[in-house]
């Protein structure tokens, strides 16, 4: 999996869980570029549905320390990316 399609993936999964695309600031920071989780003002319970629907969409496990260590859109995707690659290989 690439950087953008594992990108596309978290963007799709943060619009489904936080509605993140509904506040214009947010969509256009997202389309210009990397955004900080902390701008997303995600709480706890929105941060572990974010988890649980990557896992499901995309097989990939992600926690609440893994959000911590990598705290920006584009870090998480990386990630993501990384570890869907090793799923599949």
């Known amino acids: 999996m690439t950087f953008e399609e ?15 695309l509904d506040c214009k600031s947010v969509a256009g920071k997202l389309a210009e570029g990397d955004v900080a989780l902390a701008e997303l003002e995600l709480d706890s319970l929105v941060a572990m549905e974010l988890c649980i629907e990557l ?4 097989g ?3 926690d609440l320390d893994d959000l911590a260590a990598h705290p ?8 993501l ?9």
Request: no cysteine.
């Open 81 to 89: 990316a990384v570890r869907a690659s090793a799923n599949a290989g």
């Open 72 to 79: 920006s859109i584009d870090r998480i995707a990386r990630l």
């Open 55 to 58: 896992e499901s969409s995309m």
């Open 60 to 62: 990939v496990r992600l």
């Open 6 to 20: 594992a990108r596309g993936q978290l963007i799709s999964a943060l619009q489904l869980t936080a509605g993140v």
